[in-house]
């Protein structure tokens, strides 16, 4: 059959086809690369209609991750389907908890607002003492909410692991070099 150039096809329907056929022996190609040279290899295609595929091995996401040089501690890494389930699980009680910091340090600098207003606090040190608990109740705030956004970077994850959803999301950390030379 050999190497042939093919023009630039205007028919949708034919693209599309085409399309199809080469996103599998694609996939195929990686596959073969994966199993023989043992290689972790991801692939990500998307069609002319903006639909995403693709292929991993051991899975996309998990490669993604090494990837873009994190470190993938949870266990779905592991492609256990049943801990997928037991980790959402676990994501959640986790996102319920720093909900309920992020109410109690509410609470905290309400009840602490109403005290100055009664006791019209002035002396030097209890404004500096008054400071310093802003300062930490304002690290631990900011703090809850990186594992808020955090938490759900994991649940975007682990309900869709085709990345090209998360292509937006992962722009938001500016890395939008890595990840479109890694769709590329």
């Known amino acids: 059959m050999g190497r042939r150039k093919i023009g630039i096809m205007k028919d949708p329907y034919m693209r599309q086809v085409t399309f199809s056929k080469r996103r599998t022996s694609l996939f195929n ?104 608990s802003y300062k930490e109740l304002q690290y631990w705030v900011k703090f809850c909410l990186n594992d808020l956004e955090i938490s759900e970077y994991m649940m975007l994850l682990a309900k869709e692991p085709v990345l090209g959803g998360l292509k937006q999301n992962l722009q938001k950390i500016r890395i939008e070099e890595k990840v479109d030379f890694f769709l590329a």
Do not use: W
Not at 87 to 93: K, P, S, V
Not at 94 to 116: F, N, P, S, Y
Not at 126 to 132: M, V
């Open 29 to 132: 190609k990686a596959n073969e690369l994966s199993i023989l040279c043992g290689a972790e290899v991801a692939v990500v295609a998307f069609s002319p209609r903006n639909k995403p595929y693709s292929f991993g091995h051991p899975r996309v996401d998990v490669v993604a991750v090494k990837y873009l040089q994190q470190d993938p501690k949870s266990s779905y890494s592991q492609g256990d389907p049943s801990s997928d389930a037991s980790n959402m699980e676990e994501l959640n009680l986790g996102l319920a908890q720093v909900l309920d910091q992020i109410c109690e340090g509410e609470k905290e600098a309400k009840t602490r607002d109403e005290i100055l207003k009664q006791n019209g606090m002035t002396t030097l040190s209890e404004l500096e003492e008054l400071r310093d």
